[in-house]
């Protein structure tokens, strides 16, 4: 729900359509996986901080501004349509005059590269038969070759970047005459030949299909003992020393007997009390008021776990990690003798 409000308040909507049509939304998250991969390079650059100095920080990031993050060309094209037409954007070779803010541009690369989505062999009934092509300067005598102009490669018309701007729907209509005659995967591998930059559109079908992501982790199977085998996402990020393994999600209160017992302490016979209150199921938010002295299953309730330990143990008995990071929350920097691994005392 807020990722679509994310991507209309950051800019991206505004920019992503054709344009006689209205803005739209992609399907890639970048409000929401977005603004998270920013929050994460700032706990993580926040922890580096802390190591250097010992001091902690608030780590904020909105979603407008991940967003925002995210187009920064379309901001850039902001910039300079104060000083004239943007060129590459395919508008201009139609003569179509620009506003005052960034257009949409369909499939206009936006990049300062004149690029475009053409059609390929099957398109009449694969709706992703479809490759995206960009016509870079250094490479423009391979493509004319390719396509059958050799002519072009002399013609003042076609010759230089600035003298095919106004041509684009015309070069590209002629080298879309060429790609329909292939798929898209051999108009890749042509292209890839001569270095032409072309991306072919993959669907998710193709994509869960795709061996070599299997190969790499970038797409990974999971058990799972109530759903069962299934597909999903592994990790983008590949660390040559770190390797990650994709695991399932737990199970509601598969790890309760583990977290009360390593994590918070309870010994055999406190879980038996706290399992025969029937209450071992709710959730852990905010502290007790109760103390030591109360019996064990009223101080299951909904309970921070660094407060459990104040009001169960009492201060002294909190772990020095936990305690150290409320005391920063004060403006108290206290470190923890040595760094905890498990448990409460983990940095997260």
């Not at 395919?90 to 499939?107: D, M, T």
């Not at 690369?109 to 479809?130: H, I, N, V």
């Not at 936990?322 to 108290?332: D, I, L, N, T, Y």
């Amino acid at each position: 729900m807020y990722e679509n409000i994310a991507q209309c308040a950051g800019g991206a909507a505004s920019t992503t359509g054709f344009r006689e049509g209205p803005p739209l939304v992609t399907g890639a998250q970048i409000g929401d996986s977005g603004t998270g991969l920013h929050l994460a390079l700032g706990i993580v650059s926040a922890l580096y901080q802390r190591n250097r100095t010992g001091r902690g920080q608030r780590v904020l990031c909105a979603m407008q501004d991940g967003v925002l993050n995210l187009a920064r060309v379309k901001l850039r094209d902001q910039q300079r349509l104060k000083h004239g037409p943007l060129t590459e954007y395919s508008q201009y070779g139609e003569g179509i005059p620009f506003g005052k803010a960034v257009p949409r541009a369909g499939n206009d690369s936006g990049g300062g590269q004149p690029a475009w989505l053409l059609k390929c062999k099957g398109w009449e009934t694969d709706p992703d038969a479809y490759i995206y092509f960009i016509t870079q300067a250094p490479v423009w005598n391979e493509i004319c070759d390719l396509i059958g102009k050799p002519e072009w490669k002399t013609d003042p018309d076609y010759a230089t970047p600035p003298a095919r701007l106004p041509r684009l729907k015309f070069i590209f209509g002629t080298i879309e005459q060429w790609t329909m005659t292939k798929t898209k995967f051999e108009v890749m591998d042509i292209c890839n030949k001569h270095d032409i930059p072309v991306g072919p559109i993959l669907s998710m079908k193709e994509i869960a299909e795709e061996k070599s992501l299997r190969d790499t982790g970038t797409v990974v199977e999971v058990d799972h003992p109530t759903r069962g085998r299934y597909l999903t996402v592994g990790n983008p990020i590949k660390l040559s020393d770190s390797p990650c393994e994709v695991q399932r999600s737990p199970l509601l209160g598969e790890h309760t007997d583990e977290i009360l017992s390593k994590v918070l302490g309870y010994s055999a016979k406190e879980l038996a009390e706290i399992k025969a209150s029937g209450r071992s199921r709710r959730r852990i938010n905010h502290a007790p008021k109760r103390r030591k002295t109360d019996s064990l299953p009223s101080l299951w309730g909904r309970c921070d776990p660094s407060s459990l330990f104040q009001s169960f143990y009492g201060p002294a008995h909190e772990p020095a990690a936990a305690k150290a990071r409320r005391e920063r929350r004060r403006g108290v920097f206290t470190p923890p003798p040595t760094p905890c691994h498990k448990g409460m005392g983990q940095e997260r």
